[in-house]
């Protein structure tokens, strides 16, 4: 659930109109289908890490063992920031959302009290955040469902009296808008969409039984993701054509124009745009959610490791990084101020900044897993000792490190086709070149080498990092 929590946002329930629009039914059915194959080789990869050793830091832990210590330095801070500045983001979008009920209420309210609440659920106990993220997840989890049930039954016409049907798919341009061209624009943003599931990863250190859960929440999260996604856009595509202006606007501005609002005012229910205002409030405090705890964990992580100072490394007596997790709420909440001073390009440089840390997170998983098993090969263990094993490996994780490339790469076509100045263009990669401060920064501080895979540390005990003794199930 955490999983399909991170993956299931704004992405699929408002962005996804402009994908369809974009690329056409066919074209966003490709693109995301694509992209869900990348995101399942990258889970593949971490789910075998994952089960081997779970530990709060994680991919930072893996990096550090696997490839160099520097690398996982990188990884960990560039992870933190990420997921501090997205619990920013959210605190901007959940007081967007609440105007929609009370638009006379100062935005820096409803921040405030968001902030509190994901920092409560956090606070309280890694339980308490399971059960708060079980729940989120499960609201978006039953929309979606209930979505596709509508959906279906107004296209067999089961509700009738609705304008649907398989015609959508060939008029115009349709089912492919703007050809491959089409697909690369929405490839690129659906990326965006499915960013959050290496959250199970971090979750793993403190799950019950990991070399159980792990496995099974890797070996059924893409089937789930795939079907929420896959079965969403083509319903939609069935549903709306994609000349519809509204599937253009679509934005967290207007939820009444959501293709899921349109679909469900067409089916007759009333009061859609408030249901699926709700829905979406939900997705953003669980994306809040899951961001503090993701960040909090990292930073604590970098602090057992020597990487932060050693304050951020101390557990409470209820086992909660709680100095980790309170310097993690204040960056998340001086973010959510500079988008209030002047006019907000403080705030907006931050999150170009952070634009590409989730793409480098996975490319970085995709390599550390590849270091490990020549690690594991080169000290002569058996795969067998392994609670779970990827498939498809090495090609894998081979694939996965290049279709990453490839976005990443691709971040600088809308820009160009559309003849934006040189800033514009290259305004995505500022995260980029941070990466590579921080690695080589570190790797020149400390002079550390590239771990040789006969020399790697592939012992299954952490002494560093203490599990906390209440586990998430």
């Not at 002494?463 to 003794?469: F, S």
Request: one cysteine or more; aromatic letters at 12%.
């Amino acid at each position: 659930m955490i999983a399909i929590g991170g993956a299931i946002g704004t992405g699929l329930f408002v962005a996804s109109g402009a994908t369809i629009s974009d690329a056409g039914p066919g074209g966003a059915l490709v693109a995301y289908a694509l992209v869900g194959i990348m995101v399942w080789l990258v889970m593949q990869s971490l789910g075998e890490m994952a089960a081997y050793l779970p530990v709060a830091g994680s991919f930072q832990e893996y990096g550090t063992r696997y490839v160099s210590p520097s690398f996982g330095f990188a990884m960990g801070w560039n992870y933190w920031f990420n997921w501090a500045i997205t619990v920013a983001a959210e605190l901007v979008a959940a007081a967007l959302v609440m105007k929609y009920w009370l638009p006379d209420v100062p935005s820096i309210v409803w921040s405030a009290l968001f902030l509190a609440l994901i920092f409560g659920l956090n606070a309280l106990s890694a339980r308490a955040y399971g059960e708060g993220e079980f729940w989120f997840a499960a609201i978006k989890v039953t929309t979606v469902v209930v979505f596709l049930v509508i959906g279906v039954a107004m296209i067999l016409g089961i509700l009738s009296g609705h304008d649907a049907g398989a015609r959508h798919w060939v008029e115009g341009e349709a089912p492919f808008v703007h050809g491959g061209m089409g697909i690369l624009a929405v490839f690129l943003a659906a990326g965006y969409s499915f960013q959050g599931t290496e959250l199970v990863g971090v979750a793993a250190g403190e799950a019950e039984n990991p070399e159980e859960t792990i496995p099974r929440a890797i070996r059924t999260i893409f089937w789930r993701i795939m079907l929420f996604y896959i079965g969403a856009i083509a319903v939609i595509g069935f549903l709306i054509p994609y000349t519809d202006p509204n599937l253009l606007n679509s934005s967290e501005e207007n939820i009444a124009i959501s293709p899921f609002t349109l679909v469900f005012h067409r089916a007759g229910i009333a009061f859609a745009a408030a249901l699926m205002n709700a829905v979406i409030l939900t997705s953003v405090l669980s994306a809040g959610n899951s961001g503090l705890f993701a960040s909090t964990r990292m930073l604590f992580a970098l602090a057992r490791q020597g990487h932060a100072p050693r304050f951020f490394g101390k557990l409470n007596s209820r086992h909660i990084p709680m100095r980790a997790l309170i310097a993690t709420t204040c960056i998340g909440m001086a973010g959510f101020i500079t988008s209030l001073v002047g006019d907000g390009a403080a705030y907006e440089f931050l999150l170009t900044l952070s634009a590409l840390a989730g793409f480098i997170t996975w490319m970085g998983i995709s390599w550390s897993h590849y270091c490990f098993r020549r690690a594991m090969r080169a000290q002569g263990h058996d795969l067998s000792e392994l609670p779970y094993r990827s498939r498809f490996f090495p090609l894998g994780a081979v694939v996965a490190l290049i279709m990453c490339v490839a976005v990443v790469i691709g971040q600088a076509y809308e820009p160009l086709s559309t003849g934006e100045d040189l800033f514009s263009v290259l305004a995505p990669y500022l995260g980029i070149p941070c990466f590579l401060a921080l690695w080589l920064g570190h790797r020149l501080k400390t002079g550390s080498r590239p771990v040789r895979p006969e020399e790697a540390n592939l012992s299954r005990h952490v002494p560093n990092l203490p599990q906390t003794q209440e586990g998430l199930a």
